[in-house]
């Protein structure tokens, strides 16, 4: 596996590949790689023939100064964590590569609705951020496909609504969330957590399914059962930000008679913000 840290290079060996009559499959990331990561490289490398990882810690996506400071840097382990998987080529980029213009000078990318509310809410400017920065690197990679995990649920549906609304021509595929023995959802995120802490933050896929199972058992109160499971949130030490039942496609707030629904919560323990999500669908 190659690492290229230009977009000269990067596209040099996308050519190369394509030319090849390689499908190239695209897997965007903010380093700091654990299964979760895995699992959406081994799934691109499924259904393509080439696959293009990047790290790039984007500032842009970061409303919090300190967060972005100390988010982790790893590159030498997760190079080898690529390399063990059938990565072909990592690019990493600088700050000043990705923004050459500045920060502040950049054309950016907003999509309405399904950003605002749940983290749109508690991170100003964060969808908007991803977005962006996503864009770009749709723009560099022109990828066949492109992997993300469906733990980031609200991100995912900001790019599949970017990627509609914009005409980009593959396909973006959602990948299930990878998770610890005790449900904890995988997550760069974890590592600010103690050992304690990690056997606590199970708490959260429990609730998740509590409501889940209160809902396909008819429920329709569904801002009694969020109010609940924030107590119990609560109760289990965690600093609850949301929990809300939505549809799944829109991500508009769900009504009685939604069938395909996600209940997603966040909720701070210790060091660390958490999000977890499932999927309700009354259907099947
Ligand atoms: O999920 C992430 O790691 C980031 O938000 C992404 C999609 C790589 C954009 O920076």
Redesign the pocket.
């Known amino acids: 596996m190659n690492t290229v840290e230009t977009i000269v290079e990067l596209q040099a060996e996308i050519k190369a590949a394509r030319d090849a009559g390689k499908r190239i499959g695209f897997v965007?990331?903010?380093?700091n790689l654990h299964e979760g990561?895995m699992i959406l490289i081994d799934q691109a490398s499924e259904e393509c023939d080439f696959v293009v990882a990047?790290i790039?810690?984007?500032p842009l996506?970061f409303n919090d100064i300190d967060d972005l400071g100390r988010y982790p840097r790893t590159l030498a382990a997760d190079q080898e964590h690529l390399r063990d998987r059938d990565c072909d080529l990592l690019f990493f980029p600088s700050v000043d590569e990705m923004y050459p213009h500045g920060q502040d000078a950049q054309t950016t990318i907003s999509v309405p609705v399904v950003s605002e509310g749940l983290c749109g809410d508690s991170r100003p400017g964060h969808f908007d951020?991803?977005a962006t920065?996503?864009s770009k690197?749709f723009h560099m990679v022109q990828p066949d496909a492109a992997f993300?995990?469906e733990k980031?649920f609200q991100?995912l549906a900001v790019?599949r609504k970017m990627v509609d609304d914009l005409n980009l021509p593959f396909d973006v595929v959602g990948v299930p969330t990878c998770r610890e023995e005790n449900g904890l959802a995988m997550s760069?995120r974890n590592n600010y957590l103690t050992e304690d802490e990690k056997n606590t933050a199970g708490h959260i896929y429990r609730v998740l399914n509590e409501i889940s199972e209160k809902i396909q058992s008819g429920e329709k109160n569904f801002a009694e059962l969020c109010v609940l499971a924030k107590q119990e949130l609560v109760g289990h030490g965690f600093t609850p930000d949301y929990v809300e039942v939505r549809d799944a496609k829109t991500l508009r707030p769900a009504v009685e008679t939604d069938t395909d629904m996600v209940v997603l919560a966040a909720a701070i323990l210790g060091k660390a913000r958490l999000i977890d999500n499932l999927r309700i669908n009354l259907k099947q």
Do not use: E
């Open positions: 965007p990331t903010m380093g990561h990047s790039f810690i984007n996506q951020g991803v920065v996503v690197l993300f995990g980031d991100q790019i760069s």
